[in-house]
C-alpha cells in the first residue's frame, strides 16, 4: 500500500495522480486542477499525505483535509 499520494506532471503536459512505489498513473488529467482535487479526494480518503509538485519543480506538501474543486471545468 502507498505511503503517500503524488501529483506531477505526465507526458504531453498532463498531470498524473500516482501512488508512492507505484511506477504507472492510477489516473491522468489534461487539467491540473482536477488531478490535485481527485488526488486530495483520495489521500483524505485513505488517509494519506499528498505531495503536488508545482510548476517550478518543488514539491508541496497539500492538506488532503480540505476539499477544493478547479475554477473552470472543463
Given at each position: 500500500?502507498?505511503?503517500?499520494?503524488?501529483?506531477?506532471?505526465?507526458?504531453?503536459?498532463?498531470?498524473?495522480?500516482?501512488?508512492?512505489?507505484?511506477?504507472?498513473?492510477?489516473y491522468t488529467f489534461t487539467d491540473k486542477?482536477?488531478?490535485?482535487?481527485?488526488?486530495?479526494?483520495?489521500?483524505?480518503?485513505?488517509?494519506?499525505?499528498?505531495?503536488?509538485?508545482?510548476?517550478?519543480?518543488?514539491?508541496?506538501?497539500?492538506?488532503?483535509?480540505?476539499?477544493?474543486?478547479?475554477?473552470?471545468?472543463?
Amino acid at each position: 500500500m502507498s505511503k503517500n499520494i503524488y501529483v506531477c506532471e505526465g507526458r504531453q503536459g498532463r498531470s498524473v495522480v500516482v501512488g508512492e512505489g507505484s511506477s504507472l498513473p492510477a489516473y491522468t488529467f489534461t487539467d491540473k486542477g482536477h488531478a490535485v482535487a481527485y488526488a486530495r479526494a483520495l489521500a483524505f480518503s485513505l488517509g494519506l499525505p499528498l505531495w503536488v509538485y508545482g510548476d517550478d519543480g518543488v514539491m508541496v506538501r497539500e492538506p488532503s483535509a480540505s476539499l477544493t474543486y478547479p475554477k473552470h471545468l472543463a
